[in-house]
């Protein structure tokens, strides 16, 4: 080897700062070529620290990577702390650049720990996949297939839309790289249901396919319970009752006026004392009591679990503590309080409530959701789908779990066998025999998908059993904590805009907040700027962000109706001007 060339630029590291760098290029006596290239030599020490032509080293990028994909970070922040901490001024594009270098390596490391990845999870007994995909306001979808006893994500890729013909290419893809999964978890949709099967058929393997529970309980509770909760919620938009309550307390409470602290004072008073009969205080302490009446009304949200429709029916809680507010305001109306203020107030209170207690239509409306919850109610007590129950993976000591598991299907069982028992054939109980109806279409529909959760182990690998989630759950709480990363680093509630730009490799930013993943792609997360090295080693002519930026990207059929990519195409002044002088050229 000879001298070829001397350069010199300016570098920055963290673990350097900003300096200065001489570097000695060496090229081969004998002129020799490697795929028509000059076979040189450059100083290794600095190919460790810095990628092919850039000025900004490894620990930088790996720096801005995790803080935004990993903390969610905003560009300022990230920038700020370089200054602060380590003395290194970016700017906000390079900051950005950074970010999306970082996942292109990570991506690119990804696929290089495929071998020893898919050793772990054979090891592991196999491994379930978790499928399912998530968007913003149908823009950005992003495909996330997931390791569930391991919870790493596998792939994740952006597609047009959540369709099978889209989907089933990068299950085949997972299977490839990580070897065919031990059960597929996933959600009632059409387009993953439909993907699901067919990976198991090209497969050629027997692989459960498996419906994840909690969705399988919100379809039945939302097909039994929508049209009813609709109904009810329309008689009380109708009537105005939450407008006149609310009304109505903010009124009393400016009569209270300054008068008001003192008066919930005596009311607690009021309360801690035994109710001999139902007569409420006089003075400004009555006034607080009615005002608490129509309050205690409003707050019917707080009798549900923040479970979202259908497992709470907010208008049904609403018509129950409304009934209730009426019936207590009739018994103080009969035995009245001597104030005339305080009997007004009641007064008029009770005209606001007066319809809520009628059988027609209000109450029948009511009754017909009430019974349909019961159903529901029943259904959910059999899968044991209650609140408090630990979302995520189950526990996999088999022995407590896979008898918890045996009896949920016994009493989903049971509970079938009771429904078409309770079926009335005819009669007036047109209602209750469409609900029911609905119970067991869905129990028809799914049930060949709600069991099988009890893998085998291998006897080289211990033998026993694993128990696969019996819900998506760790899917869902995956995207909702990349949802929430995202609100928070953009400010905005609405993510189609970020989703649609953001790539999909920022899934597997998640993976290294697991140490059983980053030890096996790098060893330590302070070892991640040198195995990002190694991959550039290869090639020291160009970075490896330069090859997947400039490399042609595969086309696939576009099934979105209107993209980023095509709004950019149709949102110009040149299609605008074509569009009219064609529409003016008209005969």
């Not at 899968?383 to 598991?405: C, F, I, M, V, Y």
């Not at 959760?453 to 690998?461: E, N």
């Not at 330069?546 to 299609?575: F, H, I, P, Y």
């Amino acid at each position: 080897m000879h001298v070829q060339k001397t350069l010199q630029r300016q570098a920055v590291t963290l673990a350097h700062g900003r300096f200065r760098v001489r570097e000695v290029v060496y090229v081969c006596d004998g002129r020799c070529k490697r795929e028509g290239a000059l076979v040189t030599r450059r100083a290794p020490a600095l190919t460790e620290l810095i990628p092919p032509k850039s000025t900004v080293g490894y620990d930088i990028m790996v720096n801005v990577g995790m803080e935004r994909f990993v903390g969610h970070r905003q560009r300022e922040e990230i920038r700020a702390t370089l200054e602060k901490e380590h003395g290194i001024h970016l700017s906000s594009g390079e900051i950005s650049e950074l970010g999306k270098r970082f996942l292109i390596y990570l991506e690119a490391l990804h696929r290089d720990a495929a071998p020893a990845l898919r050793a772990a999870l054979v090891a592991d007994g196999g491994w379930p996949l978790h499928i399912d995909a998530t968007g913003e306001d149908g823009r950005g979808t992003l495909l996330v297939a997931l390791a569930g006893w391991r919870g790493w994500v596998l792939g994740a890729w952006k597609i047009p839309t959540e369709r099978a013909e889209a989907i089933l290419p990068r299950l085949q893809e997972v299977a490839a790289q990580f070897g065919p999964p031990c059960a597929i978890m996933r959600d009632l949709g059409r387009a993953v249901t439909e993907a699901a099967s067919g990976l198991a058929k090209t497969l050629g393997l027997s692989i459960p396919v498996l419906a994840c529970h909690l969705h399988f309980l919100r379809d039945v509770g939302t097909d039994l319970l929508r049209e009813a909760h609709d109904k009810l919620r329309n008689l009380f938009r109708q009537m105005d009752v939450r407008k006149d309550l609310r009304w109505f307390a903010r009124e009393q409470g400016r009569r209270l006026g300054t008068t008001i602290d003192q008066a919930r004072d005596d009311f607690r008073i009021w309360q801690s004392a035994p109710l001999a009969d139902p007569r409420l205080p006089e003075g400004p302490a009555g006034m607080v009591a009615v005002r608490s009446l129509a309050q205690w009304a409003l707050d019917y949200a707080a009798d549900g679990n923040d479970q979202g429709f259908p497992f709470d029916l907010p208008y049904l809680d609403l018509y129950v503590r409304c009934l209730h507010a009426a019936w207590a305001v009739g018994a103080f109306l009969r035995h009245p309080p001597a104030d005339e203020k305080v009997v007004k107030a009641l007064r008029r209170l009770d005209r606001i409530l007066r319809p809520i207690d009628c059988d027609i239509p209000l109450g029948q409306a009511a009754k017909t959701l009430s019974e349909r919850s019961q159903l529901f109610t029943e259904l959910r007590d059999a899968l044991r789908l209650t609140e408090g129950e630990p979302s995520g993976p189950e526990a996999n000591d088999a022995g407590q779990n896979l008898e918890k598991l045996r009896g949920i299907r016994q009493a989903v069982d049971d509970l079938t066998d009771s429904l078409r028992q309770r079926r009335p054939e005819r009669g007036p109980a047109k209602d209750l025999r469409q609900a029911i109806d609905i119970v067991l279409a869905h129990l028809e529909r799914h049930g060949n998908f709600l069991w099988g959760h009890a893998i085998p182990i291998p006897d080289q690998l211990g033998g026993g059993i694993r128990l696969v989630d019996r819900t998506n759950n760790i899917l869902e709480g995956f995207f909702h904590t990349m949802k929430h990363g995202e609100r928070r680093r953009s400010g905005r509630k609405n993510l189609a805009q970020d989703f649609e730009r953001l790539p999909p490799a920022a899934a597997l930013a998640a993976n290294l907040t697991r140490s059983d993943y980053v030890s096996i792609i790098c060893g330590s997360l302070d070892q991640l700027p040198q195995a990002f090295a190694r991959l550039d080693a290869r090639d020291r002519s160009r970075s490896l962000a330069t090859v997947s930026t400039n490399g042609k990207q595969s086309c696939e059929v576009e099934s979105a109706s209107l993209n980023a990519m095509d709004r950019g195409l149709v949102r110009t002044k040149e299609l605008e001007r074509c569009v009219l002088a064609a529409a003016g050229c008209r005969a």
